[in-house]
């Protein structure tokens, strides 16, 4: 079907269309007609015929059902709810490992490019194999009380027989055999040492999970040190994202410094840091979940120079002073300017970001080199393998005259 430019692009309207690039949140850009569309499943300069999903004003979104010339990257998803239509959670399944790297690579360069103005090079760093991966699983239940997940998108829920990125450890395929509370949000974790939990909690937003299985409290060893993780605070799905992420920030903390532990959850970092500082060494953790901060208080107890704060970064920060070292792991949402104008106010020695999202860190990034800080570090880990979503870490450093490069 042709459409003029100018005309309106309905739902299920099918083209033929180049895909040019990705973009940032897993799609696919290509041109029709005047318009942009957002494509999913889809790989650069692949031919494909997409089927429109939504469309705007200013672009389309749509999903590449035939591929007429198909990229060498392509690959058969090993799962089978991989599909226009099916599961929304990996969204890269159908690209080889090597290229979805590769593409994410491309998206943080893009994004630093049109929101810090640099030229970086960056390596997406691999960490695991693509399946069985994820010791933490959100996922919904259907009208019937069948288990699935999202499709992209809508609040329809895809039902499933087992999830491939989830840990072994966490038998998904005998929990999709289970009936299931209707209508309901299924929250499941495997912890490296423990039994796994379940928490069930009705669908909308903000209601609080039960306890339906296993502990409410699990244990993750970190540095020798075991820190208790209750069921609703926050720990990295990967299982082998903490010390991936703590090998990054080790090196930038000395002997005796005074550690700000931003966004801190329950102590990942801090935790890892301990022995680093020594006695002589401080570190004030800020952490605004009530749970993180009661979990943080409880495995931090025995140690005077571990001090925990509870409430927003932002207030926080005010009434803290001298530092040598700032960690940070904020939402995905990023830190904000005001933040980051608190922060290096104190001028600390260092300044090591870490971030969920590659526009917001970018984002971030112009905000620092303004404040008078350069990008000394990029690191990106693969923490998320069949999906866009990219881990990385910057490390940053009080600036000298000229220096806006980063390899």
């Known amino acids: ?14 083209f033929t269309v180049k895909i040019e690039k990705v973009a940032h949140g897993g799609h696919f850009i290509a041109r029709h007609a005047g318009q942009v569309f957002f494509v999913r499943h889809a790989i650069p300069d692949e031919v494909v015929e997409v089927e429109v999903t939504a469309s705007g004003s200013s672009f389309v ?33 159908h690209i080889t490992l090597e290229r979805q790297r590769l593409l994410k690579a491309d998206v943080i360069r893009e994004q630093f490019s049109r929101l810090a103005k640099m030229d970086i090079d960056v390596v997406v760093e691999e960490i695991s194999a693509g399946l069985h991966w994820r010791t933490r699983v959100s996922s919904a239940t259907s009208s019937q009380g069948k288990l699935g997940f999202y499709a992209s998108r809508t609040h329809d829920v895809v039902q499933v027989d087992d999830c491939l990125i989830a840990v072994e450890e966490m038998k998904f395929q005998e929990l999709s055999i289970r009936k299931w509370p209707v209508n309901s949000r299924v929250e499941i974790s495997s912890p490296t040492s423990g039994e796994t939990s379940i928490a069930i909690a009705s669908a909308e937003r903000g209601s609080k999970p039960r306890m339906t299985q296993g502990p409410a409290v699990t244990i993750e060893i970190i540095n020798g040190l075991s820190l208790e993780v209750s069921q ?79 409430g927003d970064v932002a207030k926080v920060l005010n009434s803290l002073h001298e530092t040598d070292v700032v960690l940070l792991d904020p939402p995905r949402e990023g830190a904000g300017k005001a933040i980051l104008e608190n922060i ?11 971030a969920c999202d590659p526009a917001s860190l970018a984002r971030d990034v112009s ?9 000394k570090e990029l690191r990106a880990f693969d923490l998320f393998p069949m999906t866009h979503h990219v881990e990385c870490v910057a490390r940053f450093e009080p600036s000298q005259k000229g220096k806006n490069k980063v390899s």
């Open 344 to 354: 290096t106010k104190k001028r600390p020695r260092a300044i090591v970001y870490v």
């Open 61 to 93: 979104r749509a999903d590449a059902i035939r591929i007429i010339e198909p990229s060498p990257d392509r690959a058969n998803p090993p799962c089978k709810y991989s599909m226009p239509g099916g599961c929304g959670g990996c969204d890269f399944q």
């Open 1 to 14: 079907m042709t459409t003029q430019r100018g005309n309106p692009i309905s739902v299920g309207e099918r």
């Open 232 to 310: 609703q605070s926050f720990w990295q799905s990967h299982r082998l994202a903490p010390q991936t992420l703590i090998a990054a920030i080790v090196e930038s903390i000395r002997e005796g410094d005074r550690v700000f532990d931003l966004y801190g959850g329950v102590g990942l970092f801090s935790a890892a840091i301990l022995d680093r500082i020594g006695v002589n060494g401080s570190i004030d953790l800020v952490e605004s979940a009530s749970t993180s901060v009661a979990d943080a208080r409880r495995n931090f107890a025995t140690f005077p120079n571990v001090r925990i704060h509870a």
């Open 367 to 375: 905000y620092l080199l303004e404040m008078g800080f350069e990008l």
